[in-house]
């Protein structure tokens, strides 16, 4: 039997993230460990049926928000609610319900299979948990989700090496489906395809979503899979959010200087768009910044600096409803 | 084209693997590239960039071979010249640039070193000035502190700095071809998009010529004067960059175009059907049966031809 909490859609979010912290100690040289915040007071909640994108390159803190969404990382500050209940509340008696509801797809298909076992049986083996279905049903029950992947229930005795990135992203989202889940963390789902095959799985994780009525937290560095796929989204630098906001108002009109030198960068749109548009180039690479320090996280990187970015602490207000951003210069501009 | 091009390959045949993997994975491309023309191909996986590219320097795997064609630089049949010539005018006349910087560079010896070398060879200068010049390109392309970090193994190096140094490295003989093959994919955006400038600015700048290979059109968009489209081995589109992105003339360079054009939130377009299998030889076009305009004239495969001035395509239909 599987016990369903009641849900109440209208009061309480699917999931909701608060005020997150992670910290780690990573040695810097054989005698110097140092402390880096990988994710700094990060906080969204998101409904059923929604999408929230986390943007971001690499080494913001994506990764380690997405593990501790699933629980398998300990916060070092904050609490993630499923179900309006605390995972801590969770991790007591309900665990097992919680780990049905938040499950993954991976960035890498080819990487996230075990090459030695049958596509059906990879399937089967997800269903650990399901313990409402006997052996019979869990074999039908993977036919089931392949056919809803698009995919002819013949791949079920196919290895993976046997598939094609494309097919075996989409038994990826079939194996995340096996538990009912209600939240799906989707690292990067797409990256790894070509353009094509991209517009595909865009496809079917949409369908999905509208028929199941799933929670979907969307890591990607590609703003064109963010906009096709997400309703709202946050700017991610250095583990702090720099904006959020719906996706369409961000790209119509980003404030923050990150913002515009990501989509500068990315080119949404018609081709030739850019060229009217002011073009912003973030100079540089992510620096290493000292734990004392108070300034802007974009600072030596940012086109527009001032010195009182490089003192003042910024914080992320509310600039116009819905929308945030973390820039002195933005908010004084938007005044 | 009136114009001597710098760089023509002519129906270009290529047939790589082993037994039954053995693939005919280029298929008759023919392009060509003018002095100064900064050439895009794009292209979905599989569709024969890579290969092309390195049939340009003769630099294919060991179980691939040029079955049949020509590639002519600055008038010289490139296939017909002995190894050493060719060792000549890779790195001094054309160079390469390959998506993984990290594997392209050597561990063992520093990041100046590498560049010094590939001087020291091409120009036969002392080993001081070859440093001299590895230090000038290191700042050149961007690498803060380059003095030092000439000394820094490639391990040293982040992703995009590893990138920069592989660019030097190709820059250092100021070639007349750059060849970029996915320079910035896995890189950061904005260190994508610094990447990209500098190849652009340079390239301009020593009024050299470039083909970039990506299969993302935005990269293509944001340095290129002009764009092919590979398919199967085949070029089907050659032409400006804005005659091909605004108005494409095959049916494939449509509907791959438009996988790029994201407007919002919602169902998204993609080609139907599956690339064929490179394994077999077709009579056709390759692209007919993903088609929508596929008709029985198209049982015979399409030249490319010029169907405006210098906008070429091979489909009936154009
Ligand atoms: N187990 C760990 N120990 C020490 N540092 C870690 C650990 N995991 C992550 N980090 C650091 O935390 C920061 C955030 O990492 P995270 O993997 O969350 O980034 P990400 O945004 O997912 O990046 P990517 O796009 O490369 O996947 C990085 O600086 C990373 O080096
Ligand atoms: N070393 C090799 N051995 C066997 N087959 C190969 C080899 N290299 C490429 N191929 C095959 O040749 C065809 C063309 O490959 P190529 O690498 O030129 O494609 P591409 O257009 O560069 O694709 P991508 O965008 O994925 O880089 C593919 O079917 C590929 O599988
Ligand atoms: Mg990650
Ligand atoms: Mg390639």
Redo the contacts with the bound molecule.
């Keep these: 039997m599987q016990a369903e909490t009641p849900i109440s859609i209208e009061e309480k979010p699917v999931l909701e993230a608060q005020s997150l912290i992670k910290k780690?100690r990573?040695r810097q040289s054989l005698t110097n460990r140092i402390t880096?915040t990988?994710?700094n007071g990060i906080s969204f909640s998101v409904e059923a049926g929604e999408t929230v994108a986390l943007v971001?390159?690499?080494?913001?803190?994506?990764?380690?928000?997405g593990k501790m969404l699933l629980g398998l990382l300990e916060p070092d500050n904050g609490i993630v609610f499923f179900n309006g209940l605390s995972l801590t509340e969770y991790k007591t008696k309900l665990r097992n319900e919680f780990r049905r509801g938040v499950q993954m797809v991976f960035q890498n298909p080819i990487t996230s299979f075990n090459p030695m076992m049958s596509i059906g049986n990879t399937l089967i083996d997800s269903m650990r948990l399901r313990d409402d279905l006997s052996q019979t049903e869990k074999r039908e029950e993977a036919i089931r989700l392949l056919q809803r992947v698009g995919l002819d229930p013949d791949y079920a005795k196919r290895r993976p090496s046997e598939m094609s990135g494309g097919q075996l992203q989409r038994v990826g989202v079939a194996r995340a489906l096996t538990t009912n889940p209600k939240v799906i963390f989707l690292d990067e789902p797409t990256s790894a395809l070509d353009m094509s095959m991209r517009g595909q799985i865009i496809n079917l994780l949409l369908d999905i979503q509208a028929e199941l009525g799933l929670v979907y937290v969307l890591?990607s560095?590609d703003l064109r899979v963010v906009r096709a796929m997400a309703h709202y989204m946050l700017v991610i630098y250095l583990?702090q959010v720099m904006e959020e906001g719906t996706v369409e108002d961000i790209i119509q009109n980003p404030l923050h200087p990150y913002t515009k030198g990501l989509l500068a960068a990315t080119l949404v749109g018609h081709v030739g768009e850019t060229e009217t548009k002011q073009r912003v180039r973030v100079h540089g690479e992510v620096l290493q910044l000292p734990a004392d320090f108070h300034g802007c996280n974009l600072i030596q990187r940012c086109p527009f600096e001032k010195q009182r970015c490089r003192t003042e602490l910024q914080t992320l207000e509310e600039v116009i409803p819905g929308r945030k951003v973390r820039c002195w210069q933005a908010l004084d501009l938007s005044k | 084209m009136s114009q001597n091009p710098l760089l023509e390959i002519k129906n270009l045949q290529v047939i790589i693997g082993r037994e039954e993997n053995r693939v005919h994975a280029v298929r008759g491309a023919s392009l060509k590239i003018n002095e100064k023309e900064r050439l895009g191909i794009i292209g979905e996986s599989g569709s024969g960039k890579t290969l092309t590219a390195l049939s340009i320097l003769r630099l294919l795997p060991a179980t691939g071979i040029i079955k049949e064609g020509e590639i002519y630089f600055q008038g010289k049949d490139l296939l017909s010249l002995s190894e050493s010539e060719m060792s000549y005018i890779r790195g001094k006349q054309i160079s390469i640039v390959f998506q993984n910087a990290a594997a392209a560079l050597n561990p063992l010896f520093t990041v100046g070193q590498q560049i010094a070398e590939v001087y020291r060879f091409h120009e036969g200068c002392s080993a001081h000035e070859a440093w001299a010049k590895a230090i000038e390109m290191l700042d050149a392309t961007g690498i803060p502190d380059p003095t030092r970090r000439a000394h820094a193994y490639p391990n040293q190096f982040s992703g995009g700095m590893a990138q920069r140094a592989l660019i030097a490295m190709a820059l250092v003989c100021s070639p007349k071809l750059l060849i970029a093959d996915e320079p910035t994919t896995g890189l950061d955006l904005t260190i994508q998009a610094q990447v990209l400038d500098l190849i652009k600015d340079h390239v301009i700048q020593s009024c050299s010529s470039l083909i970039l290979i990506s299969h993302d059109i935005a990269v293509i968009a944001e340095v290129c004067t002009n764009v092919a489209v590979m398919y199967a081995g085949d070029v089907l589109e050659v032409g400006s960059l804005e005659d091909v992105f605004q108005s494409p003339l095959s049916p494939y360079s449509k509907a791959l175009l438009k996988c790029f054009q994201i407007e919002g939130r919602g169902q998204q377009p993609y080609i139907a059907g599956k690339v064929p299998d490179l394994r077999f030889q077709y009579e056709g076009c390759l692209f007919a049966p993903r088609c929508e305009f596929a008709a029985d004239i198209c049982r015979n495969r399409p030249v490319l031809r010029e169907v405006k001035p210098n906008h070429w395509a091979a489909c009936h239909f154009t």
């Design positions: 780690y990573i880096i990988a994710v971001g390159e690499s080494g913001c803190g994506k990764t380690t928000v890591v560095h583990g």
